[in-house]
């Protein structure tokens, strides 16, 4: 029983200091929002589905800096005509640490968030508006560490693009859900040396 009750010790104490090590200076961000729920601030707004790739590189404890793609299709109605979304551009993410200002994690394998990006992208829609130009966007998530190096996301953001086109700004609160690849920079290395 005393083995048993060390080793879940162990196993505690090693999930804890997995959500530090992650986001530690040289470290990597690999991942993708896998599923992208729109909830529309305009006139008519519906749904979209969306695959955001993006990674970033940890300029230092807790502040990662990198980019992202923005790929995506949403429908108002049924019958209304289809919309394609896309986009490129930086993203910026900062990770709280536990307690800072105030805010404990939910839990003790978890880390807070707060994601920005910045980019060009559009939202085109046949015979209809449409919009090109700054592709903007900012909001609070939550990783969770499934592994020591895989983080399960939730993230709420407000984004929207302004620029040239039939509609000069369109922006929506979006819920996304995705996976995340956190790597330190001797394994990505490895890894890439491997591939060659």
Do not use: C
């Not at 709280?96 to 085109?124: C, T, Y």
């Not at 690849?181 to 394994?187: G, N």
Request: proline share 3%; no cysteine.
């Amino acid at each position: 029983m005393k083995k048993v009750m060390l080793g879940a010790v162990i196993i505690a104490a090693g999930l804890l200091s997995t959500a530090n090590s992650q986001i530690q200076e040289g470290n990597w961000m690999v991942g993708s929002s896998l599923l992208s729920s729109r909830f529309g601030l305009n006139t008519g707004a519906g749904y979209d589905l969306a695959i955001q790739p993006k990674a970033a590189y940890f300029i230092k404890d807790n502040v990662a800096l990198g980019g992202y793609v923005n790929l995506g299709i949403g429908k108002t109605t049924k019958g209304s005509p289809t919309a394609f979304d896309y986009g490129v551009g930086a993203l910026g993410r900062y990770f709280l640490s536990p307690g800072e200002q105030g805010v404990d994690n939910l839990l003790n394998h978890g880390r807070w968030f707060f994601e920005g990006n910045a980019g060009i992208g559009g939202r085109s829609v046949e015979n209809a508006d449409s919009t090109t130009g700054l592709d903007f966007g900012v909001g609070p998530g939550y990783s969770y560490f499934i592994t020591p190096n895989i983080g399960l996301e939730g993230l709420v953001k407000y984004v929207g693009r302004t620029g040239f086109g039939n509609e000069g700004l369109n922006s929506n609160i979006t819920f996304n859900v995705g996976l995340s690849i956190y790597l330190p920079t001797a394994h990505a290395k490895r890894l890439a040396d491997d591939a060659k």
